[in-house]
């Protein structure tokens, strides 16, 4: 579990953790994350693709994003 200050903190730490692992996350083009209100939650998957190869990999990223009632967000991600 990982706290941020903001929406775009939290979806840019998923990023790095994807690309520190070897692999990119294959985002829609009409992708984006829609406004939270304290006390929800928002979940994600996303196929994701190899960064030495190009080929698409048979895991994806799988991320949930709640924003709590002072402001700050939670994240929770995993690759399977």
Do not use: C
Request: no cysteine.
């Amino acid at each position: 579990m990982n706290y941020f200050k903001t929406l775009n903190g939290a979806i840019h730490e998923v990023e790095n953790y994807t690309q520190q692992k070897g692999y990119k996350i294959l985002f829609p083009d009409h992708f984006w994350v829609e406004h939270l209100y304290p006390g929800n939650t928002s979940k994600y998957s996303f196929p994701i693709k190899i960064l030495k190869t190009g080929n698409i990999a048979k895991k994806w990223i799988h991320f949930q994003i709640y924003r709590m009632d002072s402001g700050s967000y939670e994240l929770n991600y995993y690759l399977n």
